[in-house]
């Protein structure tokens, strides 16, 4: 219970979190934030991280001088492309494995075959939007990779979308976070970050499960 208090603690106050972070850091806090955006992106086990709030925080805390946002943005960035690299990766070499197990009964040939396909199709948008929603974006690309879309197709979309991702979440915290209202209520901004980003994806869930009955 405590580490959920704790861990719902971090999520509401990234903006002092993250001072503490670089008073106790200093530049490391740099390599730190790689490590959380590439851990979120590049292993599927681990969709839960703070994505889009802390992209917000970190361009609001980089506005105030402490961090430059030239080199934060090309970091976060180049940590999203390669988490999704990895995430890609592995999703690859794991299909044949998956697929070809006689014991996993509801996955078989022609499912992957199938999501192959509808990548090959759909792939490069779904790889783009699929940035802006939590927890879905972590699996998009291993999907992808399990699904085998082809790379040089995943590749310059996932770019686009690693680019794209972090400058609107990045920059919208160094040009809006340090406004009074912004700053005053930083945990409700927060808050609303997060239902914003989850809302489309909670919505597709249901209609999906309306479809499906």
């Known amino acids: 219970?405590?580490?959920?208090?704790?861990?719902?603690?971090?999520?509401?106050?990234?903006?002092?979190?993250?001072?503490?972070?670089?008073?106790?850091?200093?530049?490391?806090?740099y390599l730190i934030l790689f490590a959380i955006i590439f851990i979120e992106t590049g292993f599927v086990i681990m969709p839960f991280l703070p994505g889009d709030s802390l992209l917000f925080?970190?361009?609001?805390?980089?506005?105030?001088?402490?961090?430059?946002?030239?080199?934060?943005?090309?970091?976060?960035?180049?940590?999203?492309?390669?988490?999704?690299?990895?995430?890609?990766?592995?999703g690859n070499f794991m299909a044949p494995k998956i697929f070809s197990g006689k014991k996993i009964k509801f996955l078989n040939h022609e499912h992957l075959e199938r999501t192959h396909k509808f990548y090959e199709k759909h792939g490069g948008l779904t790889i783009i939007i699929a940035r802006f929603?939590?927890?879905?974006?972590?699996?998009?690309?291993?999907?992808a990779g399990l699904g085998r879309m082809t790379y040089r197709k995943f590749l310059p979309f996932d770019i686009l979308g690693g680019f794209s991702w972090v400058s609107i979440f990045l920059f919208g915290g160094y040009f809006f976070g340090n406004l009074p209202f912004v700053k005053n209520n930083f945990s409700i901004v927060i808050i609303a970050i997060i239902l914003i980003s989850a809302v489309p994806a909670l919505v597709g869930f249901i209609k999906s499960r309306r479809a499906a009955k």
């Open 1 to 29: 219970m405590e580490l959920i208090k704790e861990f719902i603690d971090l999520f509401l106050h990234l903006d002092k979190n993250l001072l503490k972070l670089f008073s106790e850091y200093g530049t490391l806090t």
């Open 57 to 90: 925080a970190a361009g609001a805390f980089a506005s105030t001088g402490s961090l430059n946002i030239s080199v934060l943005f090309l970091l976060l960035a180049s940590a999203a492309i390669a988490g999704d690299n990895v995430n890609y990766a592995v």
């Open 133 to 143: 929603f939590p927890i879905i974006r972590t699996f998009s690309p291993f999907v």
